[in-house]
Structure formats: C-alpha cells, structure tokens
C-alpha cells in the first residue's frame, strides 16, 4: 500500500520567513496530494491540494509543488505570522481508485515572534 | 452550510465495553470517511461509506466495524474496548464521485481507562 513519509517533524521559523515542508510517497498511482492544517484541539482544515496533472498550486502565501518522477511534494509558506503556528499533515490518495488518505506523519511549525 | 458534526465530543470507557460514534456529513456529501488519530501512528484510515456500503478499509481489527445510513449519517462501532483504542476519531465527508477533497469534524476523543 502507500506510504508517505514527512520532514522535517518540527520546524521553527522566524516570523517574515518561509517555511517548508517535504513529503515523499511510494504509490506512483497516487494523484490527489492534499495539505491539512491542525491547530490544537481543532479538526484538521484543507489548506491547498494539487493533483498529478499540475505541477505547482499556489494560494496567496501558501504554494504547493509536485515531482511525479521523484515522488515528492513540497508545502512552501512564505511571509510567515504567527497565526502559521499549528501542525501541518500531507497526504496521498488515487482519485476514482480506492481515494483513502494515506496520511504523513506532521511537522509541528512554530513561527517565533 | 453546517460542517460535519460528530458527537459525542468526548467519551471515556473501560477495557472491554463498546462504543458508537456517529457522525453527520456535510448537507449533500454522501461520501464518509472515519479516521483514527493518535500521537504515536499519526492519522490513520478506518474505512469509507458511500451509498450505505463500504468501499475502503484499512488495516484495523474486526472490532472496528461501521455503517451508513440513508441520509448518508454514519455510525462507527468499537467492540470489546483495548487501552491502546484511546485516540481521537475523527470523520471526513465529501462529494462523490465528483473529485472533491474530504472536510473532517471535530473529532470524537475516546479514553479507555
């Protein structure tokens, strides 16, 4: 089945800065990439998604980036605040296949003041 | 539109009781999904409902079992409660077949004790 493996776990940046966050998955038929952001004790909330015919999303400072030969994909926030802070999952699915989220692992991101 | 309702919020069992989870998706998704977070594994996928059958499962024991109803409510099962069943329960709906991405709850958080 799928794996999806996540780096860093925790990554802390200074506000203004950007932030990254890599994912890397073993199912070459994946094709939905989907962000989840989780602030403490709420539901996990889509922030950008990117399927496998496109290469690059953005979504004003947030963009996501696909490589379909290496396998990753990659969360870019820019022009960090504090309001960035929560702990970030991506996930992989095959759309009109099984589509279960097969979930990383998170990064905890902090922005410092 | 009202989110996907999950309730009870919280529960708090002992080892060998069961438990039902009920959640309601989002007006006109009939697409349900049920996952189960924890600190050490991560969000983890249980299995999806669609049409009031199961279309995908994960690697879960038997002991977890689910259902959907006609108005595409559903209700997820644990028998014979395990310390280890302690997490957060989360459900995602969405749009089917259309390629929409998955909106979770709340979450239900069981502790067994």
């Known amino acids: 089945g799928e794996n999806v493996e996540q780096h860093p776990s925790t990554l802390s940046v200074q506000e203004g800065d950007s932030a990254v966050i890599k994912c890397t998955y073993s199912d070459s038929a994946s094709n939905y990439f989907p962000w989840y952001k989780q602030e403490l004790g709420k539901r996990p909330q889509l922030i950008i998604d990117i399927r496998s015919n496109v290469g690059e999303k953005k979504d004003q400072r947030i963009a996501v980036t696909l490589n379909k030969t290496a396998k990753h994909f990659s969360l870019h926030i820019t022009e960090t605040q504090p309001e960035d802070s929560a702990v970030y999952f991506c996930?992989?699915?095959?759309?009109?296949?099984?589509?279960?989220?097969?979930f990383g692992t998170g990064t905890r991101l902090t922005i410092i003041p | 539109k009202a989110g996907v309702t999950q309730t009870p919020r919280y529960l708090i069992k002992t080892r060998g009781q069961q438990v039902t989870l009920s959640c309601s998706p989002i007006?006109?998704?009939?697409?349900v999904s049920w996952y189960q977070q924890t600190p050490g594994q991560g969000l983890q996928f249980l299995f999806e409902?669609?049409?009031?059958?199961?279309?995908n499962k994960g690697n879960f024991p038997g002991r977890f079992s689910g259902r959907q109803f006609s108005n595409s409510r559903s209700e997820m099962n644990v028998s014979t409660l395990e310390l280890g069943d302690s997490a957060l329960y989360l459900c995602?709906?969405?749009?089917?077949?259309?390629?929409?991405?998955?909106?979770f709850g709340d979450g239900t958080r069981l502790s067994i004790l």
């Open positions: 996930a992989a699915s095959i759309e009109k296949g099984n589509e279960k989220l097969t």
């Open positions: 995602a709906s969405r749009l089917r077949p259309e390629n929409q991405p998955q909106h």
């Open positions: 007006s006109g998704h009939r697409s």
């Open positions: 409902y669609f049409s009031e059958t199961q279309r």
